[in-house]
T-cell receptor, first 116, second 110 residues
């Protein structure tokens, strides 16, 4: 059973606020990911990390930033939220190693963000 | 660029009415094709990985198959608890990430 946790589950905030979405996993996985998902649309990768002190931007342009100071923790921060940031944010981790390995992902339950 | 197209967008079934979901893909060398199930308000849950054409995987009422251009997810005698969105994703050789389709939302009525 995968153990990956996201908080908060729901967040409604005003424009211009700084927010941090939390993601933690207890499986010791090196690889972690942030995806953005809108209703009826594909999941889009916005950030990923191969391990501590490793972060990269994904395919989808995002104004968010991430950090990876500890293996288990991969928070995502928006410095100044805007209505266009309204979306579901999904965190995932993978036990695989190396670029070519099977990327079976374990997902958290997501954070639904609404920016007014 | 890798592309994944799923059809239909939505599928309404009567309990016991078997059907199939389609996932068409283009990728520069397939490392793996993945099927996930997503329930409302939750993150996707892994179902299967397929690696090469001709491969099949089964789990309860679900069976996934793979050809060089597409994958099918067959649902045999579905039950209401099979209602969910089913996502398909591909991983290219020497690539770290998965490219996802938009999903097929399956509703099974009792």
């Amino acid at each position: 059973e995968a153990d990956i946790y996201q908080t908060p589950r729901y967040l409604v905030i005003g424009t211009g606020k700084k927010i941090t979405l939390e993601c933690s996993q207890t499986m010791g996985h090196d690889k972690m990911y942030w995806y953005q998902q809108d209703p009826g649309m594909e999941l889009h990768l916005i950030h990923y990390s191969y391990g501590v002190n490793s972060t990269e931007k994904g395919d989808l342009s995002s104004e968010s930033t991430v950090s990876r100071i500890r293996t288990e923790h991969f928070p995502l921060t928006l410095e100044s939220a805007r209505p266009s940031h309204t979306s579901q944010y999904l965190c995932a981790s993978s036990a695989s190693t190396g670029v070519s390995a099977n990327e079976k992902l374990f997902f958290g339950s997501g954070t639904q963000l609404s920016v007014l | 660029e890798d592309q994944v197209t799923q059809s239909p967008e939505a599928l309404r079934l009567q309990e016991g009415e078997s059907s199939s979901l389609n996932c068409s893909y283009t990728v520069s060398g397939l490392r793996g094709l993945f099927w996930y199930r997503q329930d409302p308000g939750k993150g996707p849950e892994f179902l299967f990985t397929l690696y090469s054409a001709g491969e099949e995987k089964e789990k309860e009422r679900l069976k996934a198959t793979l050809t060089k251009k597409e994958s099918f997810l067959h649902i045999t005698a579905p039950k209401p608890e099979d209602s969910a969105t089913y996502l398909c994703a591909v991983q290219a050789v020497n690539d770290y990430k998965l490219s996802f389709g938009a999903g097929t939302t399956v509703t099974v009525r009792a």
